[in-house]
């Protein structure tokens, strides 16, 4: 078996085996389809938002990135698996985008080989950081476990068809600036429970690169496909929220962070910010401490659609070793002071 960066000869059969791993999820839409009442939400919908959010590889990194953070193992000229990662800002963080295996023993095997190329590679690059969002008792959950990844949080997952937007109405967020950064780092640390805050804002700078992997280093509404929006009382930020625009393969997504002091703005918040958003479906992620955000998303019609799972993984850091010449040079001047020291005891 050969693991190896991916080339565009090999998309072809990227996207073969990517279409060949759809079938649990397509089973699991259709038993959800059958349950009908009992069903969170109808078949149709979560099967149209699953595969929005999960099955579509060119939606997920640009096809000029091929071969930069997409690594395939091959046997006998045949891509048995493939696993895929994107950059956060400040290169220290990838996040694993997509792991998939062949159904067949080789593509079973195929697993922690890629996993562990993945990690030499990033390596090799100063990543120390990486993560995973994987939905709860997926099959491949366990491997990632394996592999050293560890939990920390839940997010889930809530869809909406958005009708068209009302007109323009009065709205408490603003669009973000820059400046407001620190005081949205702020928040963050006022919303998150400390074991979160812990493992993606030790720094500052850790924050910026982990946290929605560098939503915020795009903080400037004017550049790529995010928005970013604020709620002030006073000079504080009490609310965020970041919005990724739709394309043709994916919905608009929506996060937000609210004060746990300001409860009350929850659904003001969740009413303003969709009146800021076009129609068509919605994707909205909240996490597991984001209780009055949840309840105001529930207000506003979005179904659960899954629970996914936070994962990290940290390699750790390489540290230079010292040639033998200067190891020996570094002995040799502290030697005198040793051999002084004994003279003088004795």
């Given amino acids: 078996m050969q693991v190896r960066s991916a080339s565009y000869r090999d998309l072809s059969q990227v996207d073969s085996l990517y279409r060949t791993t759809l079938a649990v999820e397509e089973e699991m839409s259709r038993q959800l389809a059958a349950a009908g009442p009992q069903s969170p939400v109808p078949g149709a919908a979560l099967a149209r938002a699953w595969s929005i959010l999960t099955k579509s590889l060119s939606a997920l990194m640009p096809l000029a990135d091929v071969g930069d953070q997409l690594y395939v193992a091959e046997e006998q000229g045949r891509i048995i698996g493939f696993v895929q990662a994107e950059a956060a800002t400040g290169g220290r963080a990838w996040q694993v985008l997509n792991l998939c295996l062949d159904p067949s023993a080789d593509g079973h095997f195929a697993g922690v080989p890629l996993l562990q190329h993945l990690f030499r590679e990033g390596l090799e690059r100063g990543v120390t ?16 476990r394996e592999e050293g990844f560890q939990p920390y949080a839940t997010e889930q997952i809530r869809f909406r068809e958005l009708p068209k937007p009302p007109g323009r109405t009065s709205s408490p967020w603003l ?44 903080l400037d509404a004017r550049s790529g496909d995010s928005r970013h929006y604020v709620i002030e009382r006073g000079s504080e930020v009490v609310a965020w929220a970041g919005v990724r625009g739709p394309s043709r393969a994916r919905p608009t997504h929506l996060s937000m962070m609210l004060d746990p002091r300001e409860g009350e703005l929850a659904v003001e918040a969740m009413h303003g910010l969709l009146g800021q958003i076009p129609a068509g479906p919605t994707i909205c992620l909240l996490r597991h401490y984001d209780g009055e955000l949840a309840r105001a998303a529930v207000a506003r019609g979005f179904e659960p659609v899954a629970t996914q799972l936070l994962m990290v993984k940290d390699l750790p850091v390489k540290l230079r070793a010292r040639r033998p010449a200067e190891a020996k040079r570094a002995l040799a001047g502290a030697m005198p002071v040793v051999q002084a020291r004994g003279a003088a005891e004795s």
């Fill in 175 to 218: 669009p973000a600036r820059r400046e407001h950064l620190l005081g949205v780092h702020l928040l963050y640390l006022r919303t998150a429970p400390h074991a979160v805050a812990a493992i993606e804002a030790p720094t500052f700078k850790q924050w910026r690169a982990t946290f929605q992997l560098g939503w915020l280093g795009r």
């Fill in 129 to 144: 950081r990486f993560l995973v969002r994987i939905p709860e008792g997926h099959p491949l959950a366990g491997l990632l």
